[in-house]
């Protein structure tokens, strides 16, 4: 799983084995006099102060990250095993900055001449507490004035992270003029995603539940069966055929709930309002006489009955759908019987249905 989430920290310099110096632009060569200078903090940070001015239409300045080989030259490095950066921007006063990635295309790009590489580009804010920023260098946007500049039509906007020269964190349109500022990024980090690594896993793992799934499927369905059975056994007697102990109750009003319950239980529309006209009794009488006789709500007297008796048509009667067997006990929804026979039995009808056949095939068999 580490090898599946690849990350490189870029502070200090070398970090993730990633080697980069701290370079500045202005815009000097377009008549400007806005000014930057870098902080040096042992590099674990890229701290800056400067100072935008009115002098051209579009000022600007910048400082980059540019990457460099372990001998001090300038060289694109690949980051295309990467899909995501994180930083800590720190700004006085707060500002709107750009971060920018220019990568070297070989068909278009002057080696060195960095207004020649798509640089694709988004904005991020920051204050002076600190702002987590996090960016998917996948969909950064190339900036038109840059195909204007190279002739280009704006059907070019692809560009790969294999030849990334450096990173650049520039002033835009929302920075302060004419004031002093300063910018502190910390806690560079790249991260990324191997999938190769998860599919190994996978592929184990599959492997793995496939060999135990066999072997617990074996040892669950007797399992299943045996409890099944247990349950069962328990609760015919005790709900389902409840209706043949009726006569020897000495109260008439007892005797007719329960017996109105067992003859009409079938019925989808069964409530206690039906209940209570069908047998004279009032609604505390018919609460009184369930939990008396079952510890039983009305409802759960009635879900217990009709799941019962569904258990023993799928059991005895092979041939039955699940979809007969749940209209035949008073379900017209099957999706809800499905879910309320889970909910008792521990397994789906189909299941149920399946392990019973298997097990009345078993005993035949012996």
């Not at 015919?236 to 067992?262: C, G, H, N, S, W």
Request: hydrophobic share 40%.
């Amino acid at each position: 799983m580490y090898q599946s989430y690849p990350s490189a920290a870029l502070m200090p310099p070398g970090g993730g084995g990633l080697y980069w110096r701290p370079v500045t632009k202005t815009d000097a060569p377009e008549g400007g006099t806005s000014t930057i200078r870098v902080i040096e903090t042992a590099q674990r940070s890229l701290r800056f102060d400067f100072r935008l001015t009115r002098a051209t239409t579009y000022p600007f300045v910048s400082a980059d990250m540019l990457f460099e080989d372990g001998e001090g030259n300038a060289v694109p490095v690949d980051l295309s095993r990467f899909d995501t950066i994180t930083f800590t921007a720190k700004c006085n006063p707060m500002n709107a900055l750009i971060f920018a990635l220019p990568t070297f295309d070989a068909a278009i790009s002057k080696p060195g001449d960095y207004l020649t590489y798509p640089s694709p580009l988004t904005f991020f804010s920051c204050n002076e507490r600190g702002t987590p920023v996090s960016l998917d260098l996948t969909r950064l946007t190339i900036p038109q004035w840059w195909y204007d500049r190279m002739h280009l039509d704006l059907s070019h906007q692809s560009y790969q992270l294999n030849q990334v020269a450096k990173f650049v964190f520039g002033v835009s349109q929302q920075t302060p003029r004419d004031r002093d500022s300063r910018v502190e990024i910390s806690h560079v980090t790249l991260h990324g995603r191997d999938y190769r690594y998860l599919v190994a896993l996978a592929i184990v793992l599959v492997g793995s539940w496939c060999a135990f799934a066999f072997w617990f499927f074996r040892a669950h369905a007797r399992e299943l069966a045996a409890s099944l059975d247990s349950k069962l056994r328990k609760d015919l007697p005790l709900v389902a055929y409840r209706q043949l102990t009726l006569e020897p109750f000495k109260d008439k009003e007892k005797a007719a709930v329960l017996r109105f319950i067992a003859t009409n239980y079938t019925n989808p529309d069964l409530d206690l309002d039906r209940v209570v006209a069908g047998t004279g009794a009032n609604r505390n009488k018919v609460n009184e006489v369930l939990k008396a006789e079952l510890g039983m709500t009305f409802t759960a007297y009635l879900k217990k009955l009709r799941l019962t008796e569904s258990a023993r048509l799928l059991t005895e009667a092979p041939a039955v759908t699940v979809a007969e067997v749940a209209y035949s006990v008073g379900y017209a929804n099957v999706s809800y019987f499905n879910k309320l026979f889970k909910e008792e039995y521990g397994c789906t009808p189909k299941v149920f249905k399946s392990v019973a056949s298997a097990a009345q095939q078993e005993q035949h068999d012996s």
